[in-house]
């Protein structure tokens, strides 16, 4: 039986029509076309839903949703019940709190977006999304940082998104993340402490983590394509991405420093400040990081502190000289 059947009773009880034949010569329509539309047997065309509406007090949109939704072959039936429901809830939004309309609002944004395999997320929405997208990852994710600061305690990615990922490796997620560390973060004792503290909250978490030297990385032809096309397709400096069982790509473009409301010293915290989600087939083709986790000559996996400061040592050795401008690195051990 067709959805549009039960607007048709509903004309009929509210305008005591008792018959076809004043159904049809209130709609302006023929007695055997009002007869068919009665029982299901046909699908009123547009401008017959819009003469039905207004007799029943409707938008109109409502009724040509239901009549599409009746023509439409069974698989794509859903599509047009969604597309109704989108509908009713924009006519029936009240206007406070501002909440309900600004979400509408978003909604229809994302829509529109949707159109062109994008979607782009701006201050606190670009920081909730990625945790959504991890929530939905069946099988893997691979990730590239070169801004893995943002994985620090206190900082936004933590912990949210570190408990997104710790679900997702329960569900059989295999993720595996890539920190790219360059030779500036290298020298700074304080900031590899804080690499270290990252990557063993990755590795606790269920999450193959890897680290890699920037200066190192940068003599492969690989990386260097990615980087340069990430920064094409509009990636933020520092490469912040991430795709999903190879069909759809988050990637920063844009971070922000913001101060945090503490007790104590004042103190401000980075955070992506924009973010693109995107499923476009050639933009996923050349932004896929995999290929990267396979340059076993510049890309480890981290198995902890020890080979990890070793392998920093002998980068900071080897970087030094061949820098001869770089000043002298010094590592202290830390346990």
Not at 67 to 90: I, S
Not at 122 to 138: D, I
């Amino acid at each position: 039986m067709l959805e549009i059947t039960r607007y048709v009773e509903e004309l009929k009880d509210r305008l005591h029509l008792k018959s076809d034949y004043a159904l049809a010569h209130k709609l302006g329509i023929t007695q055997p076309e009002a007869n068919h539309i009665r029982r299901g047997l046909k699908v009123p065309k547009e401008e017959l839903c819009i003469k039905m509406a207004k007799l029943l007090g409707k938008n109109p949109v409502e009724l040509m949703l239901v009549a599409q939704k009746d023509r439409a072959p069974a698989e794509a039936k859903e599509y047009w019940t969604l597309a109704r429901t989108a509908v009713d809830v924009m006519l029936h939004v009240p206007s406070h709190p501002r909440y309900l309309p600004r979400k509408v609002e978003a909604i229809g944004k994302e829509l529109r977006q949707m159109e062109a395999h994008c979607l782009l997320y701006e201050n606190g929405a670009a920081v909730t999304e990625p945790v959504r997208l991890m929530e939905t990852a069946e099988r893997t994710v691979d990730a590239l940082m070169e801004y893995w600061n943002l994985w620090k305690q206190g900082e936004p990615l933590y912990p949210n998104y570190l408990l997104a990922n710790q679900e997702a490796v329960r569900r059989g997620v295999a993720i595996r993340r890539l920190l790219v560390i360059s030779a500036e973060q290298a020298a700074s004792n304080d900031l590899m402490n804080d690499a270290v503290e990252v990557m063993e909250d990755q590795r606790r978490s269920g999450v193959q983590i890897f680290h890699a030297f920037r200066e190192e990385l940068l003599k492969s032809v690989t990386y260097q394509r990615l980087a340069h096309a990430f920064k094409r397709h509009g990636s933020a400096a520092e490469i912040n991405a991430a795709m999903f069982d190879n069909e759809i790509m988050v990637m920063a473009r844009a971070y922000e420093r913001v101060p945090l409301g503490l007790t104590g010293p004042h103190r401000l915290i980075t955070r992506i400040s924009q973010q693109e989600i995107t499923w476009k087939p050639d933009v996923i083709e050349e932004l896929n990081p995999a290929p990267l986790f396979d340059m076993t000559r510049y890309v480890r996996e981290y198995s902890g502190p020890k080979t990890f400061r070793a392998d920093l040592a002998r980068f900071r050795h080897e970087y030094g000289h061949n820098k001869k401008d770089t000043a002298r690195l010094v590592w202290r051990e830390h346990t």
